[in-house]
């Protein structure tokens, strides 16, 4: 039983969540709840609708700004992990350099 880590899947996928979010960031998703509010003038609904539609946009900018630290956190690990098994594979090669007291 084991893991194995694949540092250019991880950058991969990385990348890819960065770019998905530059294009979903751009996308007005608070837009049909605001309608909403301009389609019912007068009525209870439309200031709950009108309230949503802001609390909405507000958390989607919120979540996109997670998603994408993480797309940039996965980049970031594969970078470490690949920096540790050099200075790993480094250490036991000088390691085997090595010669006793002489």
């Known amino acids: 039983m084991g893991f194995r880590t694949v540092p250019d899947a991880l950058r991969a996928a990385g990348?890819?969540?960065v770019d998905a979010l530059s294009?979903?960031?751009?996308?007005?998703?608070?837009?049909?709840?605001?309608?909403?509010?301009?389609a019912l003038p007068g009525g209870q609904a439309a200031p709950a609708a009108s309230s949503f539609g802001t609390s909405w946009?507000?958390?989607?900018?919120?979540w996109?700004?997670?998603a994408e630290r993480y797309g940039s956190?996965?980049?970031?690990a594969a970078d470490h992990y690949e920096a540790g098994n050099h200075g790993a594979a480094t250490a036991?090669?000088?390691?085997g350099r090595l010669h006793g007291p002489r």
Do not use: K
């Open 73 to 76: 956190d996965l980049v970031l």
């Open 64 to 66: 996109c700004t997670e």
């Open 57 to 62: 946009g507000m958390t989607f900018r919120s």
């Open 92 to 95: 036991t090669t000088d390691a």
């Open 23 to 38: 294009q979903l960031r751009s996308a007005d998703c608070a837009q049909p709840v605001t309608g909403v509010a301009e």
């Open 15 to 17: 990348r890819a969540i």
